[in-house]
């Protein structure tokens, strides 16, 4: 039998090479600088199969200790910022308050980012979303509750003949 350990990572802001998360080996364990009173501090979080574990450190140097159900968590966001150099990419587990964001991905090249979006949203269980341009968020798809939104299909496979007239009508003669 295997010994199972968690998956660690550091996303750093202004690294060009940037480790990934891998979305199916969970626990997986990311350490990120967050913003703090007195400027930044780096941030351990550990992302389970259904809560997060934040462990920050307070102003006294005391560890704090904060888990959240993955289900207080808004969705899996993507965010694409242009830079001079070209765009990049950064995967965010979104929570409505910003301190409770984790970073899951960030990237100079946006290879395979959909695939490591989706597979984020899937394992978590847990909606798209994405950010536009003007700093909306929002998902790509409609979704009713936790369906998609679809057009809706034709009842009947054969729509060709729906315009035309029945065929005993067209065999009638003029008596």
Not at 68 to 82: I, K, N, Q
Not at 100 to 113: G, Q, R
Not at 136 to 146: D, T
């Amino acid at each position: 039998m295997r010994r199972q350990t968690a998956g660690t990572a550091e996303v750093l802001k202004g690294e060009s090479c940037r480790a990934r998360l891998d979305p199916f080996e969970l626990p997986a364990r990311v350490t990120y600088r967050g913003a703090a009173r007195a400027g930044t501090a780096y941030h351990v979080a550990i992302i389970g199969q259904d809560s997060v574990m934040i462990r920050r450190e307070t102003n006294a140097g005391v560890p704090l200790y904060v888990t959240v159900p993955l289900s207080a968590y808004s969705g899996v966001l993507l965010t694409v910022h242009d830079a001079a150099h070209g765009p990049s990419v950064e995967l965010t587990l979104r929570h409505p308050n910003n301190d409770l964001d984790v970073p899951l991905f960030e990237a100079d090249d946006t290879d395979d980012v959909i695939a490591d979006w989706q597979a984020w949203s899937r394992t978590l269980a847990r909606p798209l979303l994405i950010r536009n341009s003007d700093g909306e968020i929002r998902e790509p798809r409609q979704r009713l509750g936790g369906l998609t939104v679809k057009p809706p299909a034709a009842r009947r496979a054969n729509r060709f003949f729906a315009e035309r007239r029945p065929r005993f009508l067209c065999e009638r003669r003029i008596g």
